[in-house]
């Protein structure tokens, strides 16, 4: 079965960074593409940013453009999110996803088209 592991958030002031790290198994991760999505109490699941491990492509939503940045180490199927520059809005669960086709930039933020999911890890930004 495919494994996501989702950890690295916490509680940080406006302003500082965090790095989140999703790790996968049961799976070749070559061959799959992994999303990061974050959920608040009240509203809808956002895709945050997405890497395709095969070809490199990437997608960042428009509200984190300029302040988070995602990277992977596909031997260690591992994929990480690196958040600079939080505001207190970015408080959120946040969630990896493997997509099991290429991403494209009209689906990669839509939570359906992934596969499974991980547990999520909170990010708490205090002001």
């Known amino acids: 079965d495919v494994q996501l592991q989702a950890s690295g958030g916490g509680l940080v002031q406006a302003g500082g960074s965090l790095r989140l790290s999703c790790v996968a198994s049961g799976f070749t991760f070559d061959d799959h593409a992994i999303g990061w999505f974050r959920q608040a109490p009240g509203k809808e699941r956002e895709g945050v940013s997405c890497?395709?491990?095969?070809?490199?492509?990437?997608y960042y939503g428009d509200s984190v453009k300029g302040r988070f940045t995602i990277s992977s180490d596909n031997a260690k199927n591992t994929v990480y999110l690196q958040m600079n520059n939080l505001k207190p809005e970015d408080t959120a669960v946040y969630y990896c996803a493997i997509s099991s086709v290429s991403p494209i930039a009209s689906s990669w933020s839509i939570p359906s088209y992934y596969d499974s999911w991980g547990q999520g890890t909170l990010v708490t930004v205090s002001s």
């Open positions: 890497i395709s491990a095969n070809n490199g492509k990437i």
